[in-house]
């Protein structure tokens, strides 16, 4: 069975801090897909990245960044310098490989205070 | 390029209508995927298409939900009769079927559906 588990519901910081927000997962397949989406108060679901079970390599992309441990089986998304417009619910979803529906975590909601 | 085009984006209906939801995936995609997202439950699969094949319907809860896929461009979910635990935003998503890294899910705008 596959499981995603966001422990933190809800975090609130204040702007410039930097955040973690924990993704762990299970799985007895041998290859998979890791992704994070972010979705905005408007609602949409945007896709922030993808990883697979056999690049551990970790992955930065401006202020976000990615920690994929297969040993721990998580993949944490730190948000350096966070802002205002960071403010979502953060999803972190698990696809076995090959073409198959997504499992999501119930996301965490993220609120950065000016 | 367009994305996954969804519509209506907001729908309020009475329990006991008929409501039709519509998708259009992103051009050339071949796998098409309708979630549905709930305060209880979350972001949930009811059904996937290949090649407008439906794949998998097993979340879809009960016989009041179907789908179909007539072409590549285009599908559509629809609830009869809906009720009141149908409210929900209803996703619509689309992706690559080659297996590998080019299979990323992308999501539409979502339709968000009130059944008083």
């Known amino acids: 069975a596959q499981k995603v588990t966001q422990a933190q519901t809800e975090i609130s910081v204040v702007e410039k801090e930097d955040v973690t927000l924990d993704c762990v997962y299970e799985?007895?397949?041998?290859?998979?897909?890791l992704f994070w989406y972010k979705q905005p108060p408007s609602g949409e679901l945007v896709f922030l990245i993808r990883?697979?079970?056999?690049?551990?390599q970790n992955e930065i992309s401006g202020r976000y960044s990615w920690n994929f441990q297969k040993s721990t089986s998580s993949f944490n998304f730190t948000i350096t310098a966070s802002q205002v417009v960071d403010s979502a619910v953060y999803f972190c979803a698990l696809r076995p490989w090959g073409n198959t529906p997504l499992v999501f975590g119930k996301g965490t909601r993220l609120s950065v205070i000016a | 390029d367009a994305g996954v085009i969804q519509s209506p984006r907001h729908e309020v209906t009475e329990m006991g209508q008929e409501v039709t939801l519509r998708c259009k995936p992103i051009?050339?995609?071949?796998?098409l995927f309708w979630y549905r997202q709930t305060m209880m439950r979350g972001l949930e699969l009811l059904i996937y298409?290949?090649?407008?094949?439906?794949?998998?319907d097993s979340g879809m809860p009960e016989d009041r939900f179907s789908a179909k896929m007539p072409n590549a461009s285009f599908s559509t979910l629809k609830i009869q009769p809906s009720e009141p635990r149908d409210s929900a935003v209803y996703f619509c998503?689309?992706?690559f079927g080659s297996g590998g890294a080019s299979d990323t899910q992308y999501f539409g705008p979502g339709t968000r559906l009130t059944v008083l």
């Open positions: 051009s050339g995609h071949d796998y």
């Open positions: 990883r697979n079970s056999f690049d551990e």
């Open positions: 298409f290949n090649n407008n094949v439906p794949i998998d």
């Open positions: 799985t007895r397949d041998t290859t998979y897909y």
């Open positions: 998503a689309s992706s």
